[in-house]
């Protein structure tokens, strides 16, 4: 086998562990019929494994219930009961009494559920199809007596590399960040949200790595490098004291970075750029204000709803934005409104579709569910009592959608009035400019909107046409694209008229030659990684604003991406003539990239 695999970087970090393989998939079942006498064992067997099946998603939930929270366990008690389903049961022993083997029956049946499912109208029993399929799986599992590969099955410090296909949601509230100290999928880019999750858990991952699972044995070893996207199997001895010692190196450059976490962010010459941290997870917040940010440039609420049974009621959500803004003490929150659908979907309500990412989703869906909405807009409203809250729009294309929003953020405050809550109603309203649309069309927002944000991710996916959680799209996702440059300089010009503060709050502002770009194009509020805070101050402090407008003059004459790319690193690596020979050795990627970060 290919000792070395390569994939996409997708969280820097080196790790050098066991795998943990994870094959969450249904198996191979035989078409196997039994004797009229083994009958009843057949029955038997069945029972059982359904009775093992419960006893296991028990204790999974009990598990997810510690390491993510009761609400995100509930996932795990919808399962339970519904292998208590009679008419499912009944369906299976049907099938058993006609003298097929316990496996065969139950893999009949789970294959017509999961069907007859996944076209019902009612898209509460669509979105049930996901936890049939993991019945599926795991009651297969213990009748054909294959191992269990559960994730919670690791104890802790096992400093292991969780290697498989995908991280769907069921998945990744088991994650025991005490076992897994490492990522690996099959799928996934550096901008899919299987990524963005690892960066904000601080995990080194490497995705897309396309049949790692079928590639790799559970008795292997690796040295998983999420920096160059490498994944190393069964390294020499020398291969992993070079992991270690680059290990060693990156902790010595953080830490030093850390120390300069409270400098603030000053080009060579002295403009202040202002850089904020991205917030999945409102755990997240402590670690993102010791990073230094000056407050938070996006917090995703969608992680609030993911997995769930249910939509979160107005109290914990409540609960959930205060704690961020808590933490932030007088600095800025941007809070963007749910971002759901696309590939983000809950567990309750929303309907699957053919071109999920440009269908119902984000403004569009929160706008025509205002019962839902109006509870997510008093949440943050009753936040904003505590803080500088600033509400973000997602994938706004009109100014009717952030006229409607208003509508209804004057609604929530009157039922909040009425109840004699405490809220504060004069709030930031923003908007992501992720569409092209929305960057062609910015001057017609400058009068509705407070505020701009650049969502580079969907604006890179949707002006190229390229599905960004495609691997086989990966090398044609490229920020520096003249086309991308151009919009994100039309909606700083649109923002400047008119006074308006335009942030960039993507992945582009997390790595240093888009960054750089960025800068020279007039961005000044960038909002990152919590991780990557320190080092973008590092590189912005060693930079000129003079040197960053001439390296976006440049990209946007480049007549390709390949072209502005080499012609930005080769402009940032002289403007950053103050980086010591040490820092640019530790910071360097086999890759080229100057502070490790893939572009």
Same mark, same amino acid.
């Not at 789970?110 to 019902?120: Q, T, V």
């Not at 107005?314 to 971002?339: C, L, M, N, S």
């Given at each position: 086998?290919?000792?070395?695999?390569?994939?996409?970087?997708?969280?820097?970090?080196?790790?050098?562990?066991?795998?943990?393989?994870?094959?969450?998939?249904?198996?191979?079942?035989?078409?196997?019929?039994?004797?009229?006498?083994?009958?009843?064992?057949?029955?038997?067997?069945?029972?059982?494994?359904?009775?093992?099946?419960?006893?296991?998603?028990?204790?999974?939930?009990?598990?997810?219930?510690?390491?993510?929270?009761?609400?995100?366990?509930?996932?795990?008690?919808?399962?339970?009961?519904?292998?208590?389903?009679?008419?499912?049961?009944?369906?299976?022993?049907?099938?058993?009494?006609?003298?097929?083997?316990?496996?065969?029956?139950?893999?009949?049946?789970?294959?017509?559920?999961?069907?007859?499912?996944?076209?019902?109208?009612?898209?509460?029993?669509?979105?049930?199809?996901?936890?049939?399929?993991?019945?599926?799986?795991?009651?297969?599992?213990?009748?054909?007596?294959?191992?269990?590969?559960?994730?919670?099955?690791?104890?802790?410090? #096992?400093? %292991?590399?969780?290697?498989?296909?995908?991280?769907?949601?069921?998945?990744?509230?088991?994650?025991?960040?005490?076992?897994?100290?490492?990522?690996?999928?099959?799928?996934?880019?550096?901008?899919?949200?299987?990524?963005?999750?690892?960066?904000?858990?601080?995990?080194?991952?490497?995705?897309?790595?396309?049949?790692?699972?079928?590639?790799?044995?559970?008795?292997?070893?690796?040295?998983?490098?999420?920096?160059?996207?490498?994944?190393?199997?069964?390294?020499?001895?020398?291969?992993?004291?070079?992991?270690?010692?680059?290990?060693?190196?990156?902790?010595?450059?953080?830490?030093?970075?850390?120390?300069?976490?409270?400098?603030?962010?000053?080009?060579?010459?002295?403009?202040?750029?202002?850089?904020? %941290?991205?917030?999945?997870?409102?755990?997240?917040?402590?670690?993102?204000?010791?990073?230094?940010?000056?407050?938070?440039?996006?917090?995703?609420?969608?992680?609030?709803?993911?997995?769930?049974? %249910?939509?979160?009621?107005?109290?914990?959500?409540?609960?959930?934005?205060?704690?961020?803004?808590?933490?932030?003490?007088?600095?800025?929150?941007?809070?963007?409104?749910?971002?759901?659908?696309?590939?983000?979907?809950?567990?309750?309500?929303?309907?699957?579709? %053919?071109?999920?990412?440009?269908?119902?989703?984000?403004?569009?869906?929160?706008?025509?569910?205002?019962?839902?909405?109006?509870?997510?807009?008093? @949440?943050?409203?009753?936040?904003?009592?505590?803080?500088?809250?600033?509400?973000?729009?997602?994938?706004?294309?009109?100014?009717?959608?952030?006229?409607?929003?208003?509508?209804?953020?004057?609604?929530?405050?009157?039922?909040?009035?009425?109840?004699?809550?405490?809220?504060?109603?004069?709030?930031?309203?923003?908007?992501?400019?992720?569409?092209?649309?929305?960057?062609?069309? @910015?001057?017609?927002?400058?009068?509705?909107?407070?505020?701009?944000?650049?969502?580079?991710?969907?604006?890179?996916?949707?002006?190229?046409?390229?599905?960004?959680?495609?691997?086989?799209? @990966?090398?044609?996702?490229?920020?520096?694209?003249?086309?991308?440059?151009?919009?994100?300089?039309?909606?700083?010009?649109?923002?400047?008229?008119?006074?308006?503060?335009?942030?960039?709050?993507?992945?582009?502002?997390?790595?240093?030659?888009?960054?750089?770009?960025?800068?020279?194009?007039?961005?000044?509020?960038?909002?990152?990684?919590?991780?990557?805070?320190?080092?973008?101050?590092?590189?912005?402090?060693?930079?000129?604003?003079?040197?960053?407008?001439?390296?976006?003059?440049?990209?946007?004459?480049? #007549?390709?991406?390949?072209?502005?790319?080499?012609?930005?690193?080769?402009?940032?690596?002289?403007?950053?003539?103050?980086?010591?020979?040490?820092?640019?050795?530790?910071?360097?990627?086999?890759?080229?990239?100057?502070?490790?970060?893939?572009?």
């Amino acid at each position: 086998m290919e000792r070395m695999l390569r994939g996409l970087p997708a969280s820097p970090g080196i790790i050098a562990g066991p795998v943990h393989l994870l094959r969450w998939e249904v198996p191979d079942v035989p078409a196997r019929t039994v004797t009229e006498a083994e009958v009843p064992h057949e029955l038997t067997r069945f029972r059982d494994a359904v009775s093992r099946a419960q006893d296991r998603l028990r204790h999974v939930r009990d598990r997810a219930a510690h390491h993510a929270g009761a609400e995100e366990s509930m996932i795990f008690e919808v399962q339970i009961s519904m292998l208590d389903d009679r008419a499912l049961n009944s369906e299976v022993e049907g099938f058993i009494l006609e003298r097929r083997a316990a496996e065969h029956a139950f893999d009949l049946v789970m294959l017509e559920w999961r069907r007859r499912f996944g076209r019902a109208q009612a898209p509460m029993l669509r979105e049930r199809v996901g936890d049939l399929m993991d019945l599926h799986i795991r009651v297969l599992g213990i009748l054909l007596s294959l191992p269990d590969t559960d994730p919670v099955d690791l104890p802790k410090g #096992s400093n %292991a590399v969780l290697v498989t296909h995908d991280l769907t949601p069921s998945l990744t509230v088991q994650l025991d960040r005490e076992a897994i100290a490492a990522l690996a999928t099959d799928e996934g880019t550096s901008t899919s949200h299987v990524a963005i999750l690892a960066r904000s858990l601080g995990l080194p991952a490497v995705v897309g790595l396309r049949d790692a699972t079928s590639r790799l044995k559970g008795t292997d070893r690796v040295v998983l490098d999420g920096t160059t996207g490498v994944l190393i199997v069964n390294p020499t001895d020398e291969e992993i004291a070079q992991a270690r010692l680059r290990a060693e190196q990156a902790a010595l450059l953080e830490e030093s970075l850390r120390s300069q976490a409270n400098v603030p962010a000053q080009l060579r010459g002295g403009e202040r750029i202002y850089l904020r %941290a991205n917030v999945d997870l409102p755990e997240e917040s402590d670690l993102a204000a010791r990073s230094g940010a000056d407050g938070v440039g996006l917090m995703r609420t969608e992680f609030v709803v993911l997995g769930r049974t %249910a939509m979160p009621d107005e109290d914990e959500q409540y609960r959930a934005y205060r704690r961020v803004v808590d933490a932030f003490a007088g600095k800025p929150v941007v809070i963007r409104t749910f971002d759901i659908g696309g590939d983000k979907l809950p567990v309750g309500g929303f309907p699957s579709e %053919a071109n999920p990412f440009l269908g119902w989703r984000a403004i569009r869906m929160c706008l025509d569910q205002p019962d839902l909405f109006l509870v997510q807009l008093r @949440a943050l409203l009753r936040a904003a009592a505590h803080g500088d809250v600033r509400i973000l729009l997602p994938l706004v294309v009109s100014v009717d959608e952030v006229r409607r929003t208003r509508a209804l953020i004057a609604e929530a405050a009157r039922t909040l009035n009425e109840r004699g809550a405490v809220f504060r109603d004069r709030v930031q309203v923003g908007v992501m400019i992720e569409t092209p649309a929305a960057a062609v069309a @910015a001057d017609t927002f400058v009068n509705d909107a407070d505020f701009f944000s650049i969502g580079t991710n969907d604006l890179v996916q949707y002006t190229l046409a390229v599905d960004r959680g495609n691997v086989n799209l @990966a090398a044609r996702f490229t920020p520096l694209h003249p086309a991308v440059l151009r919009l994100i300089r039309q909606t700083v010009d649109a923002g400047r008229r008119r006074g308006l503060e335009v942030a960039v709050c993507g992945e582009m502002g997390s790595h240093p030659l888009t960054a750089f770009v960025l800068v020279g194009l007039g961005i000044r509020h960038l909002s990152v990684a919590p991780r990557a805070v320190p080092l973008m101050k590092r590189m912005l402090r060693s930079v000129s604003a003079e040197s960053a407008r001439d390296a976006a003059e440049a990209a946007l004459n480049s #007549s390709t991406a390949a072209e502005a790319e080499r012609i930005v690193r080769r402009l940032l690596q002289a403007a950053a003539f103050d980086l010591s020979p040490v820092e640019l050795g530790l910071l360097a990627s086999d890759s080229g990239d100057i502070l490790g970060y893939a572009v």
